[in-house]
T-cell receptor, first 114, second 118 residues
Framework: QKEVEQNSGPLSVPEGAIASLNCTYSDRVSQSFFWYRQYSGKSPELIMSIYSNGDKEDGRFTAQLNKASQYVSLLIRDSQPSDSATYLCAVNDPYGGSQGNLIFGKGTKLSVKP | GAVVSQHPSRVICKSGTSVKIECRSLDFQATTMFWYRQFPKQSLMLMATSNEGSKATYEQGVEKDKFLINHASLTLSTLTVTSAHPEDSSFYIC??????????????FGPGTRLTVL
């Protein structure tokens, strides 16, 4: 059973704090990892992709990947109320029939309080 | 870049009618397009995967005769919900994998279509 696990939350942080979102995945063969942001009533929007162990930074966002632990995380620095959304972790399905097949977690709801 | 559009954004129809939803990649060619459904406060559910010029691959439990998918070109896929019923009311979202993204698995999502069946 291929699984991507996320804490459903809600995760509540004060404005300006660091929000830390975590994700674990079951298939060791997976090679591509993504974080999507989904506002209520909207479709997911790609924030970050990461393929190698370590950290990848893009503005206020840092994705961290540890393949040995099958763990990927997203840090949001200087959190803003506009960051309040559901964050979806996605991992490639190495056995999917087509390029681009992803397995999505159920998402973590983040609430940034002013 | 990597813009995906969907049309219509919202549709209300009577039970028993069919509804067609279009998904277009506007500035790239898509080798593969994906169709998802999302019920309120629930996670994305993959319905089917379609490759241009071939039959769609449906996920377990998704009726292929009810949800017809046509992927006629590298920039257009359509989902037709046939004989829609109230339980088909949901948020339908497509995504596309760019042809230039071979070797990665990036998907770009359309804005979604909210279907309400009365």
């Amino acid at each position: 059973q291929k699984e991507v696990e996320q804490n459903s939350g809600p995760l509540s942080v004060p404005e300006g704090a660091i929000a830390s979102l975590n994700c674990t995945y079951s298939d060791r063969v997976s090679q591509s990892f993504f974080w999507y942001r989904q506002y209520s009533g909207k479709s997911p929007e790609l924030i970050m992709s990461i393929y190698s162990n370590g950290d990848k930074e893009d503005g206020r966002f840092t994705a961290q990947l540890n393949k040995a632990s099958q763990y990927v995380s997203l840090l949001i620095r200087d959190s803003q109320p506009s960051d309040s959304a559901t964050y979806l972790c996605a991992v490639n399905d190495p056995y999917g029939g087509s390029q681009g097949n992803l397995i999505f977690g159920k998402g973590t709801k983040l609430s940034v309080k002013p | 870049g990597a813009v995906v559009s969907q049309h219509p954004s919202r549709v209300i129809c009577k039970s028993g009618t069919s509804v067609k939803i279009e998904c277009r990649s506007l500035d790239f060619q898509a080798t593969t397009m994906f169709w998802y459904r999302q019920f309120p406060k629930q996670s994305l559910m993959l319905m089917a995967t379609s490759n241009e010029g071939s039959k769609a691959t449906y996920e377990q439990g998704v009726e292929k005769d009810k949800f017809l998918i046509n992927h006629a070109s590298l920039t257009l896929s359509t989902l037709t919900v046939t004989s829609a019923h109230p339980e088909d009311s949901s948020f339908y979202i497509c995504s596309a994998h760019p042809r230039t993204a071979l070797g990665t698995d990036t998907q770009y999502f359309g804005p979604g279509t909210r279907l309400t069946v009365l």
